[in-house]
């Protein structure tokens, strides 16, 4: 069946393909040249859609010219003033603009608002934003008077950019929300997506990332349903990305997004913009030779299309790529200056980083005078701006500040760019979201530690420390929207993960089920990265008069990293101590170092290399330095930098035989140390399967704990499990474990039914009082953002367990076994978890298997 002619144009926005379709069976039925010139637009607009922009100004030239032979001044309008909005969406701004001078000429009414759009979309393209505005203005009061509500949602939509590209987030959104309903009522598919899509772009202005990832998470499913493959979305999904601190997917999404342009063709203009968000991905990445040809080859184009406002971005990414790998000098400093100033008078949002970059090169230039101009410019903070905006302009007060040598006014710059931070991240519900996010403020948090370390000065050190350290975990997460379908996809999910463990390789059907593996893990985080913050769960800052008052006999041990060199401050008999070590790689490959020999002694059952008395000598030289002889003699509080989580503290001399604990932070350790056990003394034990040891902690354990849960031989499932878990005072699991460094929200514990993930911890209402995990390497944590882990042991702090104990290594099941009963019976004479570790330790005397057992395990909290 043949469309009529005045159904193409609004299908060929709607559906592009189905326009096609039925631009092509009306051609082919010969029509006359009025229906023609309608044919040859729609399939121009419809190919404009796809990316085949040069076939789609063949055929509106087509249109135009068919237009003009039929007489129809209307329609010869018409054409002309799509064929313009194209050449301009093409890079030839110029040509374009000619075109839709003259039908805004020649028109009047409705149609002069629809050739307005047109108009403002180029103005758009070009960066006109004001000018774009003012014709979009023009345009919504003549469709509005008109009747017409497509041509309506068009013009609002197209304001809303205008608005959004001035910063009127309001005006903005209340535009696209309009559009969106009018789009709804008028069946227009694709527009309505790219609405969704726009509220989307509103919402990352305003700071919401849940929010911004959900509308395009939408607007994607959308774009998909019609078979666009639509590069704006690449290119908002990137910014929302790299605001959420996920620099790593920012640019792959990027990266595909111009393989896939430069394979399957499209509008000149989009390439540019992508491969403009491309390098500011690399750059966010610390990939700068990336962000510099990436930078480079979308000036050029931005050049060519003659689009001043794009060009200078465009140059700006690409003097942060030559100062990333390492240029300096007075040519790149002229250059940044002039970048800065010329960003300034296209106010561009990129401006107060132009004079950032400026300043730091004046810095190492030891231009001073320039140095002050910039960063002043840098710190200057618009009104109503977003958080992110606020700290990057308070870095920029801060930096200016220490180059003057005001040392107070820098201190108090960061501690406000941190506080704005702050906001940003208790926007976001997820885990994964907050802790990524504090890499916003690492250089805000390193420049005041950097000043208490110049000053000698333990208090602001561990004070300055605390500020940043950890954030992530002291508020539980919140649960995403769509919870129900979150566990449907955790169960699809494990029963995928079983399916596929049972599969020998190269067993057919191997390569589906991981396809489908792949496919449930990124339904589940992209669910949970949805999920809102809430402002009201932010915690009280670190207090080191309620650290003195809960001490007592303890010593707390904090660990901080200040341009790769470890300093200790050591919190003892209401005294900080400030120890300097050493750097921090060398701490670094000593632990590397004493890890695998524990791997060793858990397979071979013998030594491999020194002795372990010596790899603790070491080890103790490496992360304590002089602070080894300051520990006193009652329980110790560790506190070390994220790559320093993870390792065997009682291989240590001073500590082989003491009450050690390890904290992510020193008020992480405080929250735990004031939770109260349960009233109830319920117990859970879980034995996943596939153990050597055939589960034999588990039945001596049984014995010990009568009235226990116990589950096993096919009752460990994940429900099962949580339930048993939920609120316990006491739990242990014996289960294989499985860091995964790549993705380390989905590291799991093997029961019978699959892998129990962090995302099915999180679900738990209240964690066990105590856990232990005789599982391997369960204590593993990948560092984050500024100083966050994410990890198995890590989701557990804020949801309320107070002490976690897990190996950092393989261990050997069956000698585990022995270690897990005795460690029972110092818990059941009312010793705490790090004490009753502490005397297993003690109880190995030289069976270096053993002793490597014992060390293996390390306890977080309490």
Known sequence: MTAAPEDLLPLALSRPLEAISGAQRLLASGPPQLAASIAHQARGIGLRQLGDVDTAIRELRMALRLAEQSGDRRRELDALATLGATLGRAGYGKQGLACLERAVAGSSGALAGRILIRRADVLLVLGRHQDALEDLRGAVIRLRRAGDPVWEARSRNYRGFAHLALGKTRQADADFAVAERLYASAKQAFEFAEARQNRGLVAFARGDLPLALEYLGEAGKRFEQLGVAWPDLAIDRCRVLLAAGLTAEAKAEADRAVVEMEKEGGQPTKRAELLFTAATAALAAADPQTARKRAEEARRLFAAQRRSWWSARATAAQLEARFLAGERGPHLLRQAVSSATRLDGLAAAEAPAAHLLAGRLALAADRRATADRQLKRSGELRRGAPPLARAAALLGKALQAEALGNMDRMVTACARGLDALDEHRLMMGATELRARATAHGAELARLTLRDAVRRNDPIRLITRSERWRATALAAAPLRPPGNKQLLADLAALRDVVRRAEGLAPGTPGGTALERER??????????????????????????????????????????????????????????????????????????????????????????????????????????????????????????????????????????????????????????????????????????????????????????????????????????????????????????????????????????????????????????????????????????????????????????????????????????????????????????????????????CGDDPVAVATACSFVVLGV
């Open 518 to 843: 792949r496919r449930l893990e990124d339904a589940v985080r992209s669910r949970t990265l949805k999920a809102h913050g809430d402002d009201a769960r932010a915690i009280a800052g670190f207090d080191l008069g309620q650290l003195f008052a809960e001490q007592r006999d303890t010593t707390l041990v904090e660990m901080v990293d200040v341009d790769d060199f470890l300093s200790v401050v050591v919190v003892r008999d209401r005294r900080p101590r400030l120890h300097p070590v050493g750097p921090l790689s060398d701490a670094v490959v000593e632990v590397q170092r004493a890890l695998f020999s524990l791997r060793w002694l858990a397979r071979a059952r013998r030594t491999a290399g020194p002795p372990l008395d010596v790899i603790g000598t070491r080890l103790s030289s490496a992360l304590l330095g002089d602070a080894a002889r300051d520990l006193g003699h009652g329980p110790v509080v560790i506190v070390p930098p994220g790559r320093l989580q993870a390792l065997p503290w009682h291989l240590l001399p001073e500590l082989a035989n003491r009450a050690v604990s390890v904290a992510p932070s020193a008020a992480t350790w405080l929250r735990a140390r004031r939770l109260r056990p349960p009233t109830g003394r319920r117990v859970a034990l879980v034995l996943g399967p596939g153990l050597p040891s055939g589960g034999a902690e588990i039945s001596q354990l049984s014995e010990q704990y009568p009235e226990a849960t116990v589950l096993g031989s096919g009752a460990a499932t994940a429900e099962g499990v949580l339930d048993a878990l939920d609120g316990a005072w006491l739990a242990h699991i014996a289960a294989h474990g499985t860091f995964r460094a790549d993705s380390p929200l989905f590291s799991s514990l093997r029961l019978d039914d699959g892998p129990l993930t962090v995302y099915d911890f999180e679900r738990l209402k209240q964690a066990p009082y105590r856990l232990i995990l005789s599982s391997c390497e369960s204590a593993l944590a990948q560092p984050v953002g500024a100083d966050e882990l994410l990890g198995l042991t890590s989701s557990l702090v804020p949801l309320g367990a107070a002490g976690i104990m897990a190996s950092v290594v393989p261990v050997n099941d069956r000698a585990a076994v022995p270690v897990m009963t005795l460690l029972h019976d110092n818990l059941h004479t009312g010793h705490a978890l790090a004490e009753s570790l502490a005397l297993v330790r003690a109880g």
